[in-house]
């Protein structure tokens, strides 16, 4: 019938209120109507459906097989309705909504995953997805739209004026180790280090750029005996079975060794420090981000840079 395929919402939240309260007075001021607009709205459906909705009775309004069959859908229609202006609501302020975004792995979890703690338990209803990857992967996704903002680092061969650019941090770079490795009784330096087999990510990424420089600072060759895997499950593998050593991030390693997870490795003490550049907080220039986005960029920022950013950036 083309008058249902018309219903309007508030002729469905009416039948709904009148089914659920029983009084007609009742259910106009549950939809914010005079009772003679409601007994009007109410009379009008009746005439154009040429059938009863409900029965007028002492106890109040009971509903006819008519009406039955009208509220079952009208209900539906009704919560539906409810739900997604709450959505609609969430989304505006930053409750609800989609947010995807990419990091490399210690800022993933040095910095991304608390901040996305904090905002979940603010905003449950937000839907985040996290992307780890290489920065070169990570920027070819921010460049196509895929991501709405990314913590690496931006490579030479980018255009810096396509996007939003702040310097976060240097990350610290620790080797890990199994428990029980030969060298774990005194800081090292490099020169003892480079007969030993080495787990490394692939040539030019920042860590095994970190290392290399930091054998070339001593006069010494880079590693031979490597195997190359950006896999934490394979690196926790290949350390736990040899005397290997795989730098990794200071974030990393600390989620490793700490409670809950308190695995059965080491860090290997140097007498030298080594660090890699800073990673970024990138955005695409001139991109609106969603509320609940934006919200996340701020926890980040804040984590990173401090809370004095904001004024920082009046």
């Given at each position: 019938?083309?008058?249902l395929?018309?219903?309007?919402?508030?002729?469905?939240?009416?039948i709904?209120?009148?089914a659920?309260?029983?009084?007609?007075?009742?259910?106009?001021?549950?939809c914010?109507?005079?009772?003679?607009?409601?007994?009007?709205?109410l009379?009008?459906?009746?005439?154009?459906?040429?059938a009863?909705?409900?029965?007028?009775?002492?106890?109040?309004m009971e509903?006819?097989p008519?009406?039955?069959?009208?509220?079952?859908h009208?209900?539906?229609?009704?919560?539906?309705?409810?739900?997604?202006?709450?959505?609609?609501?969430?989304?505006?302020?930053?409750?609800?909504?989609?947010?995807?975004?990419?990091?490399?792995?210690?800022?993933a979890?040095?910095q991304?995953?608390?901040?996305?703690?904090?905002?979940?338990?603010?905003?449950?209803?937000?839907?985040?997805?996290?992307?780890?990857?290489?920065?070169?992967?990570?920027?070819?996704a921010?460049?196509?739209?895929?991501?709405?903002?990314?913590?690496?680092r931006?490579?030479?061969?980018?255009?810096w004026?396509?996007f939003?650019?702040?310097?976060?941090?240097?990350?610290?770079v620790?080797?890990?180790?199994?428990?029980?490795?030969?060298?774990?009784d005194?800081p090292?330096?490099?020169?003892?280090?480079?007969?030993?087999?080495?787990?490394?990510?692939?040539?030019?990424?920042?860590?095994?750029a970190?290392?290399?420089?930091?054998?070339?600072e001593?006069?010494?060759?880079?590693?031979?005996?490597?195997?190359?895997?950006s896999?934490?499950?394979?690196?926790?593998?290949?350390v736990?079975?040899?005397?290997?050593?795989?730098?990794?991030?200071?974030?990393?390693?600390?989620?490793?060794?700490?409670?809950?997870?308190?695995?059965?490795?080491?860090?290997?003490?140097?007498?030298?420090?080594v660090t890699?550049?800073?990673?970024?907080?990138?955005?695409?220039?001139?991109?609106?981000l969603?509320?609940?986005?934006?919200?996340?960029?701020d926890?980040?920022?804040?984590?990173?840079?401090g809370?004095?950013?904001?004024?920082a950036?009046?």
């Amino acid at each position: 019938m083309d008058y249902l395929l018309n219903l309007r919402p508030a002729q469905a939240r009416l039948i709904s209120a009148v089914a659920a309260h029983g009084q007609l007075q009742v259910a106009a001021a549950a939809c914010q109507m005079t009772q003679p607009a409601a007994s009007r709205m109410l009379a009008d459906m009746e005439r154009n459906l040429r059938a009863k909705l409900f029965i007028r009775t002492p106890k109040g309004m009971e509903l006819t097989p008519a009406g039955r069959v009208l509220v079952r859908h009208a209900e539906r229609i009704a919560n539906d309705l409810s739900q997604m202006a709450q959505e609609f609501d969430s989304l505006r302020g930053g409750q609800g909504g989609t947010i995807r975004v990419g990091a490399v792995t210690g800022p993933a979890l040095g910095q991304l995953v608390p901040a996305i703690q904090r905002l979940k338990s603010d905003a449950p209803g937000v839907e985040i997805s996290v992307e780890v990857a290489p920065s070169v992967q990570l920027m070819q996704a921010l460049e196509r739209g895929d991501l709405d903002f990314v913590l690496g680092r931006v490579p030479p061969s980018a255009d810096w004026r396509d996007f939003e650019i702040e310097i976060a941090q240097d990350e610290v770079v620790r080797l890990l180790v199994r428990d029980g490795h030969p060298l774990l009784d005194r800081p090292v330096g490099m020169a003892a280090l480079k007969d030993l087999p080495w787990i490394l990510q692939d040539r030019g990424t920042p860590i095994r750029a970190a290392i290399e420089t930091a054998f070339a600072e001593e006069g010494l060759p880079s590693p031979q005996d490597v195997i190359t895997t950006s896999s934490l499950l394979v690196i926790v593998a290949l350390v736990s079975q040899s005397d290997a050593v795989a730098p990794i991030s200071q974030e990393v390693v600390d989620m490793m060794l700490e409670p809950p997870v308190s695995a059965n490795f080491k860090k290997l003490p140097l007498t030298r420090p080594v660090t890699v550049e800073p990673y970024q907080i990138v955005v695409k220039r001139h991109r609106t981000l969603p509320a609940a986005a934006l919200t996340l960029l701020d926890l980040v920022r804040e984590r990173i840079l401090g809370p004095s950013w904001r004024k920082a950036r009046r």
